[in-house]
């Protein structure tokens, strides 16, 4: 079994991979096995077949460790050390074939993400960040290249992350109350992977999401430097009842 935080950041980074190598076959045929789940929202064949990847990598490089997956009977409550798994976040980027969809694992210790990683494999990039007690580590790989990423400290006008699928009148009222020079719309969490690229300043997220919609993105931008927090200002939490975020908002370094 793993134990340091730097060998299971590589580990979730060759499984992300493996997992979205099965997807893009689902991704280059003309039919996607798209289904709707209970809530409505949909679901394709490429979900399943990453989560049966995902599942059997975690079993071996973390084996005892409860993971809590989207396409999977989920626990009422996990322990103090447990994973999150998104095999495809982003269904709907998927179906519309515009590339912007990821697969999302995270590591959570005591409520916190602490070791993300994000793959969009239409893309051919990876974010990874993971914390070594309160020093973050947070790179991206792209076309074989490694590099750091940081998030960036707040700009006179801010550069807004919002959804490309989810647009609401509430988060445009928030942002209203912001100075933004700018406004742009991607899909899944590489919302979160643009704050801690510093390509973005803010992403307000006001609706429901999952904590396994969110986890390996939050480890990403917390260990470039940046932030995500309730509205209220405190940390946005994991191992909730119900697995249910509440409103978020995502803030690159020092704001």
Do not use: Q
């Amino acid at each position: 079994m793993l134990t340091s935080r730097t060998e299971i950041a590589t580990a979730l980074c060759e499984i992300s991979r493996r997992a979205g190598a099965e997807i893009l076959v689902v991704y280059g045929r003309a039919d996607h096995g798209v289904r709707s789940k209970e809530d409505g929202s949909p679901v394709t064949e490429a979900d399943s077949a990453a989560s049966s990847i995902i599942l059997a990598g975690l079993g071996s490089v973390l084996p005892g460790v409860d993971v809590v997956c989207e396409e999977s009977d989920k626990p009422d409550r996990a322990g103090e050390r447990f994973i999150l798994v998104d095999p495809l976040d982003g269904t709907k980027e998927f179906i519309t074939r515009n590339g912007e969809f990821t697969v999302n694992i995270a590591l959570v210790e005591g409520g916190r993400p602490v070791v993300g990683v994000v793959f969009a494999p239409a893309m051919d990039r990876l974010f990874v960040g993971w914390m070594d007690d309160d020093r973050g580590h947070a790179y991206e790989e792209r076309e074989g290249e490694k590099r750091l990423i940081t998030a960036r400290a707040p700009r006179d006008a801010l550069v807004a992350v919002v959804s490309r699928s989810h647009a609401d009148a509430r988060t445009d009222a928030y942002l209203e109350r912001l100075k933004i020079g700018a406004r742009i719309g991607v899909g899944s969490s590489l919302k979160l992977c643009m704050i801690a690229r510093g390509e973005a300043d803010v992403y307000p997220r006001l609706g429901r999401t999952m904590e396994w919609d969110t986890a390996a993105g939050h480890a990403v931008v917390a260990a470039a430097g940046g932030s995500v927090t309730c509205l209220d200002g405190t940390p946005l939490r994991y191992g909730k009842p119900g697995w249910e975020n509440p409103d978020f908002v995502v803030r690159g370094r020092g704001s």
